[in-house]
């Protein structure tokens, strides 16, 4: 009989029973391409330079290539409502507005008083409060003229109260806020990544940094637009982006480290009389692989973190006394982090540096 179709799979043969496979000539064909496909994915991520760098080193002292690091794990801020600082009352929450009647005053006291300043953010809390601390002193001195002296102090008394919390305030709408979080969340960089950053979010952190240096020397004002714009600014930021590129940099090149330290216990490439091959080789494999496809990116890497890290440490440094343990814990574990994983390139060109030592010409430059 005739089989109009037939099963690519496999067929059983109705004499005998065997089964046999069907001839796929289009099989090689599917395979290689699948294999295409994979070895695309792998030279298309923002690591490739260095593993095309690692796996020329390799070859070039006569060593196996080393398998490719895993992903490290990024330190995570804790969520913000681990962070946030209690802040205690100020006995203003009984306060009739009304008896503020001619004061500018009024008009916060019941905002701050109302269901909706209750469940207010804490960047509006933060500006409603500074607000407070703008207004109250002429609304004092009104009350006190008129003879309202108990309000007034009432008043006052609430005043201390929140300048002295002021700095409790500004890191629960600052450090602890979702938009900082947001900021450090970790997650992995792209190939574009960082030239395809700009300023806007370090402008946005020193910004904010010199609002909490104002505020907290007793200049009270505020933008409330432009300060939750800067919020939303630093949230669309690339810290966790950084530091997870500078750990898969850091990790690719401790492997490199790691090969030129095998070689040199091996004996020296140079020596009276002999000289090894690699001594010729490496150097090109240097130019050629590191210093033309690395080096750019780590520089600009490099340029970023110290770009990024000093108005972030500026607020840390202006909030000290109230940062809690737990801010404190990942604050330590990113300085100790970062500044390493930033130097990297440069500990790798010291190994360069002293494997070549013996063997005369120029060394690669950090």
């Not at 890191?171 to 950053?197: H, I, K, M, S, V």
């Not at 004996?267 to 130019?287: E, K, M, Q, S, T």
Request: proline share 7%; with cysteine.
């Amino acid at each position: 009989m005739h089989h109009s179709s037939r099963n690519w799979a496999s067929t059983q043969t109705p004499r005998t029973g065997r089964t046999w496979r069907a001839h796929r000539p289009w099989l090689p064909w599917l395979c290689l391409a699948g294999l295409g496909l994979l070895l695309t994915a792998c030279s298309s991520g923002p690591d490739q330079p260095l593993h095309t760098y690692l796996q020329r080193l390799s070859r070039t002292l006569d060593l196996p290539a080393p398998a490719a690091p895993e992903p490290r794990l990024i330190p995570r801020l804790p969520r913000s409502g681990q962070m946030r600082l209690e802040v205690t009352g100020d006995r203003l929450g009984g306060l009739d507005f009304l008896d503020l009647h001619g004061c500018e005053l009024q008009v916060t006291v019941g905002k701050r008083n109302s269901s909706l300043g209750r469940l207010a953010r804490d960047s509006q809390l933060l500006l409603l409060e500074l607000e407070y601390l703008r207004l109250a002193p002429a609304c004092i001195d009104q009350l006190r003229a008129e003879g309202e002296v108990a309000l007034a102090e009432t008043l006052a008394t609430a005043w201390e109260h929140k300048r002295t919390q002021l700095p409790a305030r500004i890191f629960n709408a600052t450090l602890a806020g979702e938009e900082y979080r947001t900021l450090w969340r970790p997650q992995p960089a792209t190939t574009a990544y960082p030239d395809n950053t700009a300023g806007a979010v370090i402008d946005a952190l020193a910004a904010v940094d010199a609002l909490a240096a104002r505020w907290l020397a007793g200049d009270y004002r505020a933008d409330n637009r432009g300060f939750e714009l800067l919020l939303s600014e630093i949230a669309r930021g690339d810290g966790g982006q950084l530091w997870s590129a500078l750990a898969s940099q850091a990790d690719w090149l401790a492997l490199a480290d790691a090969q030129l330290a095998e070689r040199a216990a091996q004996g020296p490439l140079c020596a009276p009389r002999y000289r090894h091959a690699a001594a010729d080789i490496l150097p090109n494999v240097v130019r050629r692989f590191f210093i033309d496809a690395v080096q750019p990116r780590a520089a600009a890497l490099g340029r970023r973190y110290h770009q990024l890290l000093p108005p972030q440490q500026a607020l840390e440094a202006r909030l000290a006394q109230v940062l809690p343990d737990n801010y404190q814990r990942w604050r330590s574990l990113r300085e100790q982090q970062l500044p390493q994983l930033a130097a990297a390139p440069r500990r790798h060109v010291d190994a360069l540096q002293a494997l070549l030592a013996d063997c005369g010409g120029p060394a690669p430059e950090r």
